[in-house]
């Protein structure tokens, strides 16, 4: 089988659980260095032209590789799903792709559309604005956060709101919104900071969610025809502010699975499919994005669980759906070490934080597969590169020639 995508975590997990479950990996990825490229679950790695900048190429790419080793089945990983998807009807007449159609992935992946989607579903969801130009970021900025102290309760969103642009990945570009209270008086309004020049800068449009308190809440699952598969679930408390987790342990929810179970047979799923919430005081779930690919809660699995079943044979689990152990609780080790330590009381202090690098696994690092390891700084210095070239972040560098931002038209 085939993986697009070798760089992220993610990926080399993926790797190496269906190496272990016996079957043949091949890779194909437009990055020099990355960490599947070093990988002993890998047999063969390829590189393609990057997918954002020659789509044509990466296809055909592809289908030099599926042909070459006689692929079965290609798996994306990463945001290059997306032209995987577009291209989805000319790789089956080669081989499986385990993908759903590109219209479905844009309906989810837009985080404006998605709310809507959840929406006629009727699913409970943040109240959220789409901001396709300066005028819209005005009137939403008045409504929110503009109103002086004492009209708090006649605001829309008294907590404030959330900021980001409708396709973005990993907390890029996000921005929180405070509403001002009594000590702002006299203090220019949120906006004059924000600007409302984003959403015309972006290129694309925003967002705009209603900020709701309680603690936030990550899925993964594979998906067939709307069942689950494989489920896993987990709290957000280490992370980049604003963004990607890099601490993750398992979470037993019921309701949560009932949530993503019904979803994905309502909307007749099939593939990866991620959630973010937010779980309120008392209960109640908010979803408040969609990632219909591969996502960290993919580590939360181990060699024996089934990982390869649940995604090319689903009828062998009779029913089942593949969950993670209670105790497999993994971190990357590198983020956690560098600023884990800052989470303070947020995350239960530095006690707590020694006690969870120690007890967790390095999502990256393996006795019997090391290399990937210590291919992280080559990585990072081609990603440095990159972000110095085209002036992004690193962040964003990792994701600048796979991303994927509704661009075309389907139905």
């Not at 109103?147 to 969103?157: F, G, I, N, S, T």
């Not at 008086?185 to 705009?208: D, H, I, K, Q, T």
């Amino acid at each position: 089988m085939l993986l697009t995508g070798g760089r992220a975590p993610v990926a080399l997990e993926m790797a190496r659980l269906l190496a272990a479950a016996g079957c043949e990996v091949h890779v194909a990825e437009s990055l020099r260095y990355y960490l599947c490229r070093v990988s002993n679950a890998v047999a063969s790695r390829t590189a393609v032209p990057a997918p954002a900048i020659d789509p044509e190429g990466f296809l055909a790419g592809l289908e030099q590789v599926v042909r070459r080793e006689a692929i079965d089945w290609i798996v994306p990983t990463c945001e290059e799903l997306f032209y995987v998807s577009a291209g989805k009807e000319r790789l089956e007449r080669l081989c499986r792709v385990f993908a759903a159609p590109i219209g479905q992935l844009r309906r989810l992946h837009s985080k404006w559309s998605f709310i809507r989607r959840t929406e006629e579903l009727g699913f409970a969801v943040p109240a959220t604005r789409l901001l396709a130009d300066p005028s819209e970021w005005r009137d939403m900025m008045e409504l929110s956060v503009d109103a002086p102290p004492a009209d708090k309760r006649e605001r829309e969103w008294p907590d404030g709101c959330v900021l980001k642009p409708a396709f973005s990945r990993s907390g890029t570009h996000v921005r929180f919104v405070k509403p001002r209270t009594d000590g702002d008086a006299g203090r220019p309004a949120e906006r004059a900071r924000c600007g409302s020049r984003l959403p015309a800068e972006s290129g694309y449009p925003w967002v705009a969610q209603q900020y709701i308190r309680g603690r936030g809440l990550c899925t993964y699952s594979i998906v067939h025809e709307g069942r689950l598969t494989a489920h896993a679930a987990y709290a957000v408390t280490y992370a980049v502010p604003g963004g990607a987790c890099y601490y993750f342990e398992p979470l037993r929810h019921p309701a949560l699975m009932e949530w993503v179970s019904a979803f994905a047979r309502l909307e007749r799923f099939t593939g990866q499919l991620a959630f973010d919430f937010i779980e309120t005081d008392d209960g109640r779930l908010y979803p408040i994005e969609c990632n219909p690919r591969a996502t960290s809660g993919l580590h939360l699995f181990g060699n024996g669980e089934r990982i390869a079943d649940a995604l090319f044979d689903p009828d062998s689990l009779g029913g089942t759906i593949v969950e993670p152990q209670p105790s497999a609780s993994t971190m990357l080790a590198l983020p956690m070490l560098a600023l884990g330590w800052r989470s303070g009381t947020a995350a239960g202090g530095w006690r707590t934080w020694l006690g969870k690098l120690a007890s967790a696994r390095d999502a990256v690092y393996r006795r019997d597969d090391p290399r990937p390891f210590f291919e992280q700084p080559l990585m990072l210095n081609e990603l440095r590169r990159i972000a110095r070239a085209r002036g992004r972040s690193i962040m964003e560098a990792m994701t600048a020639d796979i991303e994927w931002n509704g661009e075309g038209e389907w139905p």
